[in-house]
């Protein structure tokens, strides 16, 4: 009999590939609605108080030049939206802000991000500023005049418009706001990747 040498015991079959490792999703953030609710009622008191002070102090009253005609107090009832903006819309602006702080209490209960909750907390503070003036001050319930002191350079807003504590937290707020989507962070805590178009594998 011929031998046929050492019968090979390895087998033809390729090696099994390592099963893929299940990914493991990072827990969520904690959510930020605190921060929101401490952050909305001390703009709206700081705003009340200011418009206080400026009904008694400067209404009816000759521009109040400080740091050197930088910044003068000028007394202003605005019927328009920030800045003087949209001046006799006062009633579709009052229902605008409406929708602005239902909108914002809604998606509170997902926040999870501190970018947003600080952004969010200073657009409710200053929108719920503006909209006590809509509803409380004359000539009526959601007609009613905000009051504006703050005007740069010039006073009556020549160079800018005359704005109030409100209008200042707004722009910064929706500024924070921005600068979150620029970061793909979003207001559950999550991130936004972006997804680059793999071309397709080309068969042999």
Not at 51 to 65: C, D, H, M, R, S
Not at 116 to 136: E, P, Q, S, T
């Amino acid at each position: 009999m011929l031998d046929n040498g050492p019968v090979s015991t390895e087998s033809n079959a390729e090696p099994a590939e390592p099963a893929a490792a299940t990914p493991v999703e990072k827990p969520l953030p904690p959510k930020r609605v605190w921060l929101l609710a401490a952050i909305a009622p001390v703009v709206f008191a700081l705003d009340l108080v200011t418009k206080v002070i400026a009904v008694q102090q400067l209404e009816g009253q000759p521009p109040v030049e400080l740091f050197g005609g930088l910044v003068y107090l000028s007394f202003l009832r605005n019927s328009g939206a920030a800045f003087g903006m949209a001046e006799g819309y006062t009633v579709i602006l009052a229902l605008i802000a409406c929708g602005v702080v239902g909108f914002i209490l809604w998606i509170a209960r997902k926040l999870r991000s501190v970018g947003w909750a600080i952004g969010l907390g200073l657009v409710l503070g200053g929108a719920v500023g503006n909209l006590a003036d809509r509803i409380f001050r004359g000539p009526g319930p959601l007609r009613g005049h905000v009051v504006d002191f703050v005007s740069v350079v010039e006073p009556y807003g020549a160079f800018f418009p005359v704005f109030n504590v409100a209008d200042s937290a707004i722009c910064v707020g929706g500024a924070v706001i921005v600068l979150m989507a620029i970061l793909q962070r979003d207001y559950d805590g999550t991130r936004v990747e972006k997804k680059s178009a793999a071309s397709p594998e080309k068969k042999a």
